[in-house]
């Protein structure tokens, strides 16, 4: 930190005149060299109530708040001179409100604590001397900085505040009544902390950081009065009172209330940022399902660094925000092209099973993999005829983690869990489920995780929680009602995190991430169709069948599914997926791919409609009464489903390819995609507010 910057944010009136000359709102105020000045001062600010505080003072030293009458000012003007070296004193109206105090690590606000004064409660039994010394009992107080919490010691002004509320130390405080022992909320006082970093505004957050950079400091601790800290400062009539270049950390590390705050690690990063890398960083994701939205999410994430970010998909190979290569592109030769393309600075690669197989890899080495699930697909071909055959083959990207990377396993599915013991490189684990035994049992040893917990996408590592955002205001979630896709933000941010992310681009990120056919082609895709609404996505096997049905099974009106398969599939899977579809849909229409990847015409179809007749015939009441139809060609079917779909409705996709299945979409001139705003999601049913979190994974 530069030495102006600090001696700035010492000189408290100097820094209070250049906040105010940048718009920045601070409290009206004067400064004064001797006692005759005093009265002239106080009616400059606009009379009582006044704070008077040291020009150069810290830690709460010398200041008195609250002060209505000249007796008082005339005590507290030689309080404050005292604790002055120049003997220049600051006299300021005085801010009714809460005390924040906000700590800004190298432009980033990193925590944020309310801070509230010494102050005992009331038992009806006992004096407020004895109400002090049960506080100052508690072993986490200690002398002056010894401990989390500083004892509670009694003075002049503790006695004077007393008596301003009617006590004296031998009072007996009524029963639940506050009594406070000091003006000031310092910790270093007594006062208490109170975490309030996610009830932050984003306004605010602007300003602060702002405000930390008009002044110069890599550490800030800006102290706020305002009646609550998540509406901007300016509807509030909130003020900042001080610039402190040397902030307390523990009000933060160790609050009374609250989330425990990393503060250290953002200082940690910022004295030493990691290095530059020598090779270009590779972060490679496979899986059953889920590996293009959350390839295409890293990617995404990677972009707020300002780094060219290359990626491969089943979409086709990107660099940039341009499409290099279009096709389904998750093997070694488009790895190949995005690894030796001169302008990539970190690569993010979908693997597949097929590549894998025919010609491994395309890396010797990763920074990052990630595993997502393994549910039965494509099996039966390859030599891969099992589920556990299938989790080996997928093993093989993690294995091929280096020693100081990571290793990002699914916690929640047992097949990938297993994985970890063939892993040389560290190991992350994400999980819907907040008391996952094996997340408890990682994080207690320092382990990094990334769980949904009260609604929030969080990291863990070792004790500390950061959260990073609420399901609801990330898109991708469908306001927070697509568990499958909580579950592929998970494993993309903690990916992220464990390639050196900061939460804050992690969070930006997800906020402008969309299920859309611009970022998420053939994933989820909601449209307005007007009377009713048509969603596209890629489902193609039971696993992500099952996904798909834990948010359609709570659409309201009638749901209409149009269905298939490809055809290198078991034929006990195709029966599988007929049954799911009579679980979800009202009424079916089954087509056929045009590449039925050897089988005769007719065949696949037929072995989804046995299943749905299956299905059929386990329903009772009106489930029972699901109506399906045979219709090959896929124009025809999704057509037939659009022409038909009765107000209020869903028509379900899934079509072979995206391109042809969107094109019969916007020839009707769809409204809007509701994914851009997951708020609109709300509109769909109350009733999905009952939607439970699942384990299985889809994107």
């Not at 010797?364 to 697909?377: E, F, I």
């Not at 209409?560 to 078991?570: K, L």
Request: hydrophobic fraction near 40%; aromatic fraction near 6%; charge should be negative.
């Amino acid at each position: 930190t530069g030495v102006l910057g600090v001696e700035l944010a010492c000189d408290k009136e100097g820094t209070k005149n250049i906040l105010g000359a940048a718009g920045v709102p601070v409290p009206r105020g004067t400064v004064i060299h001797y006692l005759d000045e005093l009265q002239g001062a106080i009616e400059d600010v606009g009379g009582f109530p006044i704070v008077l505080k040291p020009l150069d003072g810290n830690h709460g030293r010398g200041i008195t708040i609250d002060i209505n009458s000249w007796e008082v000012a005339e005590e507290a003007y030689d309080l404050a001179s005292a604790a002055s070296k120049t003997k220049s004193i600051i006299v300021e109206r005085y801010y009714t409100g809460r005390d924040h105090r906000v700590l800004v690590v190298n432009g980033q606000v990193v925590a944020v604590a309310e801070r509230v004064p010494a102050n005992v409660v009331g038992n009806g039994r006992d004096t407020v001397e004895q109400l002090v010394a049960e506080v100052n009992r508690d072993p986490q107080r200690g002398d002056g900085h010894d401990n989390v919490l500083t004892r509670i010691t009694i003075d002049k002004l503790t006695l004077d505040l007393l008596q301003k509320q009617g006590y004296t130390m031998d009072s007996v405080v009524p029963a639940g009544e506050r009594v406070f022992l000091r003006a000031t909320a310092n910790l270093s006082t007594g006062g208490i902390a109170v975490d309030r970093t996610d009830e932050i505004h984003p306004e605010n957050v602007w300003l602060f950081s702002r405000v930390a950079k008009i002044i110069g400091l890599d550490i800030a601790g800006i102290d706020v009065v305002t009646d609550d800290i998540s509406v901007p400062l300016r509807d509030t009539n909130g003020v900042i009172v001080e610039v402190n270049a040397a902030p307390g950390f523990r009000m933060h590390v160790a609050p009374s209330q609250g989330l425990p705050r990393n503060v250290a690690g953002a200082v940690f990063d910022m004295l030493f940022p990691s290095p530059q890398h020598s090779r270009v960083p590779i972060l490679a994701v496979t899986g059953t399902n889920g590996k293009t939205t959350t390839t295409r999410l890293l990617a995404h994430i990677l972009k707020q660094t300002g780094q060219i970010t290359g990626y491969t998909t089943t979409d086709g190979t990107y660099i940039g925000d341009y499409l290099v290569e279009s096709g389904d592109n998750t093997g070694p030769q488009s790895a190949h092209l995005i690894l030796s393309d001169p302008t990539v600075e970190v690569a993010v690669l979908e693997t597949a099973r097929g590549g894998i197989l025919r010609s491994g890899l395309g890396f010797n080495q990763c920074d990052v993999g990630v595993v997502l699930n393994v549910a039965a697909d494509h099996l039966g071909i390859g030599d891969i005829d099992t589920v556990e055959q299938l989790a080996k083959l997928k093993s093989v990207l993690v294995e091929s983690v280096m020693p100081k990377g990571y290793a990002v396993l699914n916690a929640d599915d047992p097949l990938v869990a297993q994985m970890a013991p063939r892993v040389k490189a560290q190991i992350a684990y994400f999980s819907m489920n907040p008391e996952n035994e094996l997340i408890v049992k990682h994080t207690a040893a320092g382990g990094l995780a990334a769980i949904y917990e009260n609604g929030y996408l969080s990291i863990l590592k070792g004790d500390w929680t950061l959260r990073i955002e609420q399901a609801v205001n990330v898109p991708l979630t469908m306001g927070g009602r697509a568990p499958f896709m909580i579950a592929n933000a998970l494993a993309a941010c903690l990916a992220a995190f464990a390639q050196g992310l900061k939460i804050e681009d992690i969070r930006a990120a997800l906020s402008s991430f969309q299920a859309s056919v611009d970022q998420t082609p053939g994933r989820m895709n909601l449209f307005n169709l007007g009377s009713y609404h048509a969603l596209l996505d890629y489902a193609h096997n039971p696993h992500s069948y099952q996904a798909l049905g834990c948010f359609v099974q709570n659409w309201p009106g009638m749901r209409i599914g149009v269905v298939g398969a490809p055809g290198d599939r078991r034929d006990e899977d195709f029966v599988t997926l007929g049954q799911l579809s009579a679980e979800m849909f009202d009424r079916i229409i089954v087509k056929e791919d045009i590449d039925r990847r050897g089988r005769e015409p007719g065949v696949v179809a037929k072995l989804i409609c046995q299943g749905i007749a299956d299905g059929i015939s386990a329903r009772t009441g009106d489930r029972s009464k699901v109506q399906y139809e045979l219709i090959l060609d896929e124009i025809t079917a999704v057509n037939k489903a659009l022409d038909e779909a009765p107000a209020g409705s869903l028509v379900v996709i899934l079509p072979e390819g995206v391109t042809k299945a969107l094109g019969l979409i916007e020839a009707r001139k769809p409204i809007q995609e509701l994914a851009v705003n997951p708020s609109n999601v709300d509109r769909i049913s109350e009733s999905q507010n009952s939607l439970k979190p699942t384990v299985v994974n889809q994107g």
